[in-house]
């Protein structure tokens, strides 16, 4: 519960930081695709003060893939501040974070070995359900019946979701730099 009412916390935190005098924009995918370029031109410095603070070529690489996620979706809400804006905030950005955690899913599973890869398939297909199940409750005890309904429901739908994601995405990283620790 802590985590839930952090993660809508610091969303909110976002927007309201986010929101100016200006009306909100809609993000076409047109806009989407230039938000996307934008970051690009930011990871050159991201990455030079990760090297200059001596992070290791792996870590690099994951803070700075979960870094297009993370300004990606705080990009789109300073645009589309609306509720409708930032729960599609919300799960575009699950989105990309599902694009990581099948990365770094697949790199974990070419280091392992025989049975072991048994192991973490089995692990991932258990956590696909999981991931069904607490989606489909969230949306249940999203019903107005149970929440009192409004279009907060939306965005804690979202964002629960996009945290179910990002944390898993984060277990599976932090899985294969365990395994990859002895090279």
Not at 21 to 46: A, C, G
């Amino acid at each position: 519960m802590k985590c839930l009412l952090l993660s809508i916390g610091l969303f909110f935190q976002i927007v309201s930081l986010s929101q100016t005098s200006k009306d909100p924009v809609e993000v076409t995918s047109e806009l989407q695709k230039k938000i996307k370029q934008d970051i690009e031109k930011e990871i050159p410095k991201l990455t030079q003060r990760l090297v200059q603070k001596k992070e290791n070529a792996v870590h690099i690489e994951f803070i700075t893939d979960s870094f297009r996620v993370e300004e990606f979706m705080a990009k789109w809400v300073e645009l589309d501040y609306t509720d409708f804006g930032m729960k599609e905030a919300g799960y575009a950005a699950a989105r990309l974070y599902d694009n990581l955690m099948n990365k770094y899913y697949k790199k974990l599973l070419a280091v392992l070995n025989g049975d072991d890869k048994k192991t973490l398939v089995q692990a991932q297909k258990a956590w696909l359900s999981f991931r069904d199940s607490e989606t489909k409750l969230v949306g249940v005890i999203s019903k107005d019946e149970y929440s009192g309904g409004g279009t907060m429901q939306g965005l804690t739908e979202a964002s629960e979701y996009f945290d179910l994601i990002k944390n898993r995405t984060i277990a599976l990283f932090e899985h294969y730099v365990r395994a990859t620790q002895n090279e």
